[in-house]
Protein backbone atom coordinates (compact mmCIF):
# COMPACT_ATOMS: atom_id res chain seq x y z
CA UNK A 1 0.00 0.00 0.00
CA UNK A 2 3.21 2.43 -0.08
CA UNK A 3 2.57 3.60 -3.39
CA UNK A 4 -1.04 4.16 -3.03
CA UNK A 5 -0.50 6.48 0.53
CA UNK A 6 2.19 8.47 -1.76
CA UNK A 7 -1.06 8.66 -4.46
CA UNK A 8 -3.35 9.47 -1.12
CA UNK A 9 -0.98 12.59 -0.15
CA UNK A 10 0.51 13.65 -3.48
CA UNK A 11 -2.88 13.78 -4.81
CA UNK A 12 -5.59 14.29 -2.67
CA UNK A 13 -8.03 15.63 -5.26
CA UNK A 14 -8.40 12.00 -6.12
CA UNK A 15 -9.38 10.81 -2.63
CA UNK A 16 -11.44 13.29 -1.66
CA UNK A 17 -15.56 12.01 -0.23
CA UNK A 18 -18.51 13.38 -0.79
CA UNK A 19 -21.03 13.18 2.62
CA UNK A 20 -23.45 11.04 0.14
CA UNK A 21 -21.16 9.41 -2.02
CA UNK A 22 -18.71 6.42 -1.69
CA UNK A 23 -16.33 7.10 1.26
CA UNK A 24 -13.31 5.22 0.92
CA UNK A 25 -11.78 3.53 3.65
CA UNK A 26 -8.24 4.54 5.35
CA UNK A 27 -8.79 2.44 8.85
CA UNK A 28 -6.42 -0.41 8.22
CA UNK A 29 -8.51 -2.52 10.61
CA UNK A 30 -11.32 -2.35 8.07
CA UNK A 31 -9.04 -2.52 5.17
CA UNK A 32 -8.17 -5.81 6.23
CA UNK A 33 -11.52 -6.53 6.95
CA UNK A 34 -12.79 -5.80 3.23
CA UNK A 35 -9.64 -7.63 1.97
CA UNK A 36 -10.49 -10.68 4.04
CA UNK A 37 -14.40 -10.84 2.89
CA UNK A 38 -13.03 -10.27 -0.94
CA UNK A 39 -10.63 -13.46 -0.47
CA UNK A 40 -14.19 -15.76 0.94
CA UNK A 41 -15.80 -14.08 -2.16
CA UNK A 42 -12.85 -14.96 -4.54
CA UNK A 43 -13.02 -18.98 -2.90
CA UNK A 44 -16.57 -19.55 -3.29
CA UNK A 45 -16.47 -17.89 -7.08
CA UNK A 46 -14.07 -20.49 -7.40
CA UNK A 47 -16.12 -23.17 -6.41
CA UNK A 48 -18.50 -22.50 -9.41
CA UNK A 49 -22.07 -20.70 -8.94
CA UNK A 50 -23.44 -24.14 -7.71
CA UNK A 51 -21.21 -24.16 -5.02
CA UNK A 52 -19.99 -27.80 -5.77
CA UNK A 53 -16.34 -26.81 -6.38
CA UNK A 54 -13.21 -28.66 -5.27
CA UNK A 55 -11.57 -28.23 -1.68
CA UNK A 56 -8.57 -27.67 -2.95
CA UNK A 57 -9.45 -24.64 -6.08
CA UNK A 58 -11.57 -22.97 -2.82
CA UNK A 59 -8.41 -23.19 -0.69
CA UNK A 60 -6.38 -21.77 -3.32
CA UNK A 61 -8.66 -18.66 -4.25
CA UNK A 62 -8.73 -17.82 -0.11
CA UNK A 63 -4.87 -18.00 -0.27
CA UNK A 64 -4.49 -15.69 -3.02
CA UNK A 65 -3.27 -12.53 -2.31
CA UNK A 66 -6.01 -9.62 -3.37
CA UNK A 67 -4.30 -6.32 -4.38
CA UNK A 68 -5.57 -3.59 -2.71
CA UNK A 69 -3.99 0.36 -3.44
CA UNK A 70 -2.05 0.20 -7.02
CA UNK A 71 -3.16 -2.71 -8.96
CA UNK A 72 -0.99 -1.46 -11.80
CA UNK A 73 0.50 1.73 -13.53
CA UNK A 74 2.23 3.04 -16.54
CA UNK A 75 2.95 5.71 -18.91
CA UNK A 76 -0.96 6.02 -19.76
CA UNK A 77 -2.91 5.03 -16.54
CA UNK A 78 -3.13 4.20 -13.06
CA UNK A 79 -5.50 1.00 -11.67
CA UNK A 80 -6.70 1.59 -8.59
CA UNK A 81 -8.81 -0.72 -6.34
CA UNK A 82 -9.79 1.20 -3.49
CA UNK A 83 -11.81 -0.36 -0.34
CA UNK A 84 -14.90 1.20 -0.29
CA UNK A 85 -18.28 1.83 2.04
CA UNK A 86 -21.19 2.71 0.03
CA UNK A 87 -24.26 5.18 1.21
CA UNK A 88 -26.24 1.89 2.26
CA UNK A 89 -23.39 0.69 4.54
CA UNK A 90 -22.11 -2.15 2.37
CA UNK A 91 -17.68 -2.42 1.60
CA UNK A 92 -15.97 -3.97 -0.74
CA UNK A 93 -13.42 -3.18 -3.60
CA UNK A 94 -13.63 -0.74 -6.54
CA UNK A 95 -11.52 -0.60 -9.70
CA UNK A 96 -10.77 2.23 -11.52
CA UNK A 97 -8.41 4.17 -13.48
CA UNK A 98 -7.02 7.12 -13.42
CA UNK A 99 -4.49 9.12 -16.04
CA UNK A 100 -0.73 9.28 -14.31
CA UNK A 101 -0.36 12.00 -12.28
CA UNK A 102 1.97 14.27 -14.75
CA UNK A 103 -0.53 13.77 -17.83
CA UNK A 104 -2.71 16.71 -19.26
CA UNK A 105 -6.49 15.69 -20.50
CA UNK A 106 -6.17 13.80 -23.61
CA UNK A 107 -7.76 15.11 -26.82
CA UNK A 108 -10.48 14.36 -29.49
CA UNK A 109 -9.89 15.95 -32.64
CA UNK A 110 -12.67 17.08 -35.50
CA UNK A 111 -11.11 17.82 -38.32
CA UNK A 112 -13.26 19.86 -41.09
CA UNK A 113 -11.57 19.67 -44.32
CA UNK A 114 -11.83 22.72 -47.12
CA UNK A 115 -13.95 25.20 -47.81
CA UNK A 116 -17.03 22.79 -47.46
CA UNK A 117 -16.21 22.13 -44.01
CA UNK A 118 -16.18 18.16 -44.84
CA UNK A 119 -15.56 15.94 -41.76
CA UNK A 120 -12.77 13.38 -41.62
CA UNK A 121 -13.34 10.05 -40.50
CA UNK A 122 -10.21 7.49 -40.23
CA UNK A 123 -11.17 3.86 -40.29
CA UNK A 124 -8.90 2.74 -37.00
CA UNK A 125 -8.46 -1.03 -35.70
CA UNK A 126 -8.57 -1.26 -31.86
CA UNK A 127 -7.41 -3.79 -29.77
CA UNK A 128 -10.09 -3.62 -26.74
CA UNK A 129 -12.95 -4.78 -29.16
CA UNK A 130 -10.91 -6.26 -31.90
CA UNK A 131 -12.83 -4.61 -34.74
CA UNK A 132 -12.58 -1.41 -36.87
CA UNK A 133 -14.02 1.50 -35.89
CA UNK A 134 -15.03 4.81 -37.94
CA UNK A 135 -13.34 7.81 -35.96
CA UNK A 136 -12.27 11.00 -35.29
CA UNK A 137 -8.18 11.37 -34.41
CA UNK A 138 -7.75 11.46 -30.27
CA UNK A 139 -4.91 10.94 -28.34
CA UNK A 140 -3.39 11.25 -24.35
CA UNK A 141 -2.43 14.49 -23.25
CA UNK A 142 1.57 14.95 -22.77
CA UNK A 143 3.36 16.03 -19.96
CA UNK A 144 3.21 20.05 -19.67
CA UNK A 145 1.75 20.23 -23.36
CA UNK A 146 -1.14 22.48 -23.85
CA UNK A 147 -4.04 21.17 -25.19
CA UNK A 148 -3.36 22.98 -28.60
CA UNK A 149 -0.15 21.33 -28.95
CA UNK A 150 -1.48 18.05 -28.03
CA UNK A 151 -4.18 18.63 -30.86
CA UNK A 152 -1.38 19.17 -33.66
CA UNK A 153 0.50 16.49 -31.80
CA UNK A 154 -2.55 14.25 -32.85
CA UNK A 155 -3.32 15.53 -36.57
CA UNK A 156 0.61 15.47 -37.46
CA UNK A 157 0.66 11.54 -35.93
CA UNK A 158 -2.79 10.58 -37.31
CA UNK A 159 -3.45 12.41 -40.11
CA UNK A 160 -0.21 14.46 -41.57
CA UNK A 161 -1.24 17.39 -41.20
CA UNK A 162 -1.85 20.70 -39.27
CA UNK A 163 -4.92 22.81 -38.12
CA UNK A 164 -5.40 26.43 -39.55
CA UNK A 165 -7.84 26.82 -36.92
CA UNK A 166 -8.17 25.29 -33.20
CA UNK A 167 -12.06 25.40 -31.92
CA UNK A 168 -12.44 24.25 -28.53
CA UNK A 169 -15.71 21.87 -27.77
CA UNK A 170 -15.77 21.85 -24.37
CA UNK A 171 -14.62 18.43 -22.15
CA UNK A 172 -16.02 15.01 -21.39
CA UNK A 173 -15.60 12.03 -19.20
CA UNK A 174 -15.94 9.10 -21.02
CA UNK A 175 -17.11 6.77 -18.92
CA UNK A 176 -17.57 7.90 -14.77
CA UNK A 177 -18.58 4.36 -13.42
CA UNK A 178 -14.46 3.10 -13.78
CA UNK A 179 -12.43 6.08 -15.22
CA UNK A 180 -11.25 9.40 -13.89
CA UNK A 181 -9.78 10.53 -17.35
CA UNK A 182 -10.77 14.17 -18.67
CA UNK A 183 -10.97 14.74 -22.28
CA UNK A 184 -11.02 18.11 -24.20
CA UNK A 185 -12.96 17.80 -27.80
CA UNK A 186 -11.75 20.47 -30.09
CA UNK A 187 -12.95 21.09 -33.98
CA UNK A 188 -10.16 21.87 -35.93
CA UNK A 189 -10.15 23.52 -39.76
CA UNK A 190 -7.58 21.94 -41.93
CA UNK A 191 -6.93 22.39 -45.44
CA UNK A 192 -4.99 19.20 -46.89
CA UNK A 193 -4.68 15.36 -46.06
CA UNK A 194 -1.33 13.92 -45.29
CA UNK A 195 -0.22 10.57 -45.00
CA UNK A 196 -1.90 7.97 -42.34
CA UNK A 197 -0.28 7.08 -39.58
CA UNK A 198 -0.91 3.00 -40.77
CA UNK A 199 1.75 1.63 -38.06
CA UNK A 200 -1.28 2.22 -35.58
CA UNK A 201 -4.20 0.26 -37.10
CA UNK A 202 -5.60 3.17 -39.34
CA UNK A 203 -6.14 1.96 -42.71
CA UNK A 204 -8.13 4.74 -44.15
CA UNK A 205 -9.42 8.18 -44.21
CA UNK A 206 -12.90 9.45 -45.71
CA UNK A 207 -14.23 13.19 -46.20
CA UNK A 208 -18.12 13.11 -45.13
CA UNK A 209 -20.66 15.98 -44.92
CA UNK A 210 -21.75 16.38 -41.48
CA UNK A 211 -25.32 14.91 -42.45
CA UNK A 212 -24.17 12.51 -43.50
CA UNK A 213 -21.45 11.65 -40.66
CA UNK A 214 -24.64 12.28 -38.08
CA UNK A 215 -26.46 9.66 -40.47
CA UNK A 216 -23.52 7.49 -39.83
CA UNK A 217 -23.94 7.44 -36.26
CA UNK A 218 -27.75 6.92 -36.64
CA UNK A 219 -27.67 3.91 -38.56
CA UNK A 220 -24.82 2.44 -36.30
CA UNK A 221 -22.13 2.61 -38.82
CA UNK A 222 -20.58 5.53 -35.91
CA UNK A 223 -20.27 4.23 -32.63
CA UNK A 224 -17.33 5.38 -30.73
CA UNK A 225 -18.66 7.80 -28.10
CA UNK A 226 -15.38 9.56 -28.15
CA UNK A 227 -16.61 10.74 -31.81
CA UNK A 228 -20.33 10.61 -31.24
CA UNK A 229 -19.49 13.23 -28.67
CA UNK A 230 -17.38 15.30 -30.91
CA UNK A 231 -20.09 15.66 -33.27
CA UNK A 232 -22.72 16.59 -31.10
CA UNK A 233 -20.84 19.51 -29.03
CA UNK A 234 -19.88 20.68 -32.82
CA UNK A 235 -23.55 20.63 -34.13
CA UNK A 236 -24.55 22.64 -31.07
CA UNK A 237 -21.56 25.11 -31.58
CA UNK A 238 -22.78 25.63 -34.64
CA UNK A 239 -20.56 24.83 -36.56
CA UNK A 240 -22.61 22.32 -39.19
CA UNK A 241 -25.21 25.42 -39.55
CA UNK A 242 -23.77 26.11 -42.82
CA UNK A 243 -24.01 22.67 -44.29
CA UNK A 244 -20.55 20.83 -45.56
CA UNK A 245 -19.79 18.84 -48.34
CA UNK A 246 -17.72 15.56 -48.76
CA UNK A 247 -16.24 13.59 -50.84
Do not use: C
Request: hydrophobic letters at 40%.
Amino acid sequence: MNAYEALRRSRPEWFRDDPDGIEIITDPTLVRQVRRRARAGAAWRAAGLDGLGSWWERLRAALRPVPIGVVSADRYLVHLRDPVRFPGGRTGLYNRLLPPPSSTPGVVVLPLLGPDGGVVLIEHHRHATRSRHWEVPRGFGEAGASGEENVSRELGEELGTSPTEVIPLGEVHPDTGLLAHQVKLYAVRVDRLGALEKAEGISQAITVSPAEAEDMVRTGQITDGFTIAALYRARLAGLFDEGGGGT
